[in-house]
């Protein structure tokens, strides 16, 4: 697999070897540091939308591998305004050796992976968001020690681009994956049709459920993310009318399993689409999961670029 597009291009066996990968390239930094598998190799990262935990976990994760990373801002290329996507990938990977691109229209990544020789790294897209699928499943792994098969993830809210992702890793690897969002703001038709049959192959479900307490019963784990995503700003007002029942609460939480875990993204909304009782409560793991972006992010560094 030359690129990381999206969870659904991988098979099962890849994504847990990934999540081994992650671990052991965790416990070896921890423990010291990693050994240079990227030494004077250089990654670009193209960023159309803010970031904090994608850019500063992909930087240092170049760094930490040996490697060095290069941070191009929304208002630098101009991806398919000041230059076509398919010169930009080209004239890049004349310079650097992978491409981590933040976009908008999930199309722009897909081209810049048709074009570029070197590996692209999808850093979120208005579609999907890959690199925390895989970041998140870490973070199950480890707090279930390796036992991912049968968990139930649920996740509350709008149906964007990192419910698509979790939805993916949900399927590939044996989790029951439930989603809770109001009506009309429903994962997209196609990700849900490739999610239902990938779930199929690994004999999980996924449940498309509207109702809140419903979905979370029997969850191992409560996920969330915020009710406007980057790009829908204008739709912020509309909105914060229809997602108030979607927050996760306290009264929320104590339906789910008692040793259920809470997640989220990051950036949170806190007061909005999650508590600060929750959010920093005991079954919280919002920041060891944003913690863990770094190690998932350095596996797919290491694979993709190194070989390992
Ligand atoms: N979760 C996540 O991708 O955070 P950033 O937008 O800060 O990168
Ligand atoms: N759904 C959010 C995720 C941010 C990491 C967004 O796209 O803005």
Redesign the pocket.
């Known amino acids: 697999m030359k690129d990381f597009l999206a969870i659904a291009d991988y098979s099962a066996d890849e994504l847990m070897s990934l999540l081994e990968l992650a671990d052991k390239l965790k416990k070896e930094h921890q423990s010291g540091g990693n050994q240079p598998l990227l030494a004077g190799k250089a990654l670009a990262m193209v960023f159309q ?7 500063v976990s992909f930087e240092m994760g170049m760094q930490h591998l040996g490697g060095h990373a290069l941070y191009i801002g929304p208002s630098e290329i101009g991806l398919g305004q000041r230059e076509s996507i398919a010169d930009v990938a080209r004239v890049l990977a004349g310079y650097v050796d992978g491409i981590m691109a ?1 976009v908008f229209a999930h199309e722009h990544v897909l081209q810049l992976a048709e074009w570029s020789e070197v590996p692209v790294i999808n ?2 897209s208005d579609y999907n ?1 890959p ?2 699928g895989l970041s998140d499943a870490f973070t199950l792994y480890e707090h279930y020690k390796g036992k991912l098969e049968g968990l139930k993830v649920v996740y509350v809210g709008d149906g964007n681009n990192v419910a698509v992702s979790l939805m993916n890793v949900c399927a590939k690897l044996g989790m029951h994956f439930a989603i809770a969002n109001p009506e009309g703001y429903d994962m997209p038709a196609e990700a849900v049709n490739v999610g239902q049959a990938t779930a199929a192959e690994s004999g999980s479900t996924i449940a498309l459920l509207t109702d809140p307490k419903e979905a979370v019963a029997e969850a191992d784990a409560i996920y969330t993310d915020t009710w406007t995503s980057m790009g829908q700003e204008e739709e912020a007002k509309k909105r914060e009318a229809v997602f108030p029942p979607y927050q996760v609460n306290a009264e929320l939480l104590s339906l789910a399993k008692p040793t259920a875990v809470v997640m989220h ?3 949170a909304h806190r007061g909005h689409e999650i508590t600060d009782e929750v959010a920093d409560g005991p079954q919280s793991l919002l920041f060891p999961q ?1 913690h863990n ?1 770094l190690h998932a992010q350095k596996a797919v560094l290491a694979r993709l670029m190194g070989g390992a």
Not at 49 to 55: A, C, E, N, Q, V
């Open positions: 939308k803010p970031s904090l935990r994608t850019r933040r850093g979120l968001h690199c925390q993204c990051l950036p944003a972006r």
